[in-house]
């Protein structure tokens, strides 16, 4: 009877472990607003209200509750890091970025209600200032009960060409609060083990995951970039809390070393991009950020990477016959060898990452900018 007892509570206990990992996500629409609960406690809030400047997820909690985004209420600093969104400055010369121009919510459809992952499809306007969609965003935001996000983000212009500049303040991303960041008790790490925002700012690289605690808890936030993208992203991570990835940027992220790359699109044209991000419980390793990229790669129909970049062990030899001895050949001429991309020139050193009252900061109501002449004044935010 004992034994049977003993059978019967590890099958429960098991149960429980298999339950807490599949536990279903739920989407709950509600008038401008969108809600989702993990295993049927509070997730995160999509907000969709025609009176917010864009679409954004806030709060958004870890599995014990703990809020992981910074607050709405009287910023200290840059009022337009909302939550999770996406944004990006410079589109037709449009700050959407500081909010100068405004992404408005036409559409939202639940495509899968519950499940893992539950399934929303959200599709934004990107406006000029004639009031007319520049592009149309079309994002499918997949969510899992271990609390990984996916963004299969799709752009489209409109009636006329546009362009993506070159710009470093974009895309995807998310403000963490106040004790994560690493100008506190926060760290930074990236998939090959480099630490800190200013060995990381501006890099391109897998995944970066960014921890810090919060009430006595470790809490992380990883992001994480795709192959399939049209080209490799950059990570916009300050030790304030800013947490971006964008493909917008190269000539600002290396400090004008490499050519501006700006993004055109023909009128109606289109692309993809796809992006991860992971909501964890303590650090990088306890997190299990690796195996969560992994996951990332699997459901958006990436090639799995390889969880170690390790050498291919060399084939074993087979023993042959010993042949005559043969002249000594001349030796083979040295080749240079060619220099490994990540090893060019080093970077200046970035910025000053401190957020600072900075009137450039562009957190008030203005008009739209536009560029004048060949030369912009260069912005810091």
Known sequence: MKIVLSILCLFVGLSSVADAKDAPVEITKNGT??????????FATYNTGGDLPKPFFSPVRAADGTIITRSLVDPEDHPHHKGIWVAVDEVNEVDFWAEKGKIKNSDVKVIKAAGNPAVMQVTNQWLGADGKPIVTETTVISIYAN????????????????????????????????GMREKEEGSVENNTGIKGTKDNWG???????????LHGKLYGVTLMDSPQNFKKSRYHVRNYGLFTISPFGDHSYTNKKSPADPKHLKAGGTFNLKYGLYIHQGNTQQGKV??????????????????????????KTKKVSVAPKKPAAP???????APYEEKSTPVKPIPETEAVSNPD???QPAPVQRRRGLFRLRRNR
Not at 149 to 173: N, Q, R, S, W
Not at 203 to 213: A, L, M, R
Not at 295 to 313: E, H, I, N, R, Y
């Open 33 to 42: 607003k969108l809600s989702v609960t993990i295993a049927g406690k509070p």
């Open 147 to 178: 609390r990984l996000l996916t963004y299969d983000i799709t752009f489209k212009a409109g009636d006329k060409p546009v362009v993506f500049e070159d710009t470093k303040e974009g895309l995807f991303g998310i403000r963490l609060p106040n």
């Open 203 to 213: 890099k391109p690289t897998e995944w970066i995951d960014y921890y810090g605690p």
């Open 290 to 315: 690796a195996d969560a990229y992994q996951q990332f790669l699997k459901v958006t129909g990436s090639k799995p990477a390889d969880k170690k970049q390790t050498a291919k062990p060399k084939p």
């Open 331 to 337: 030796p083979a001429k040295k080749v240079a060898a």
């Open 361 to 363: 900061c562009y957190c």
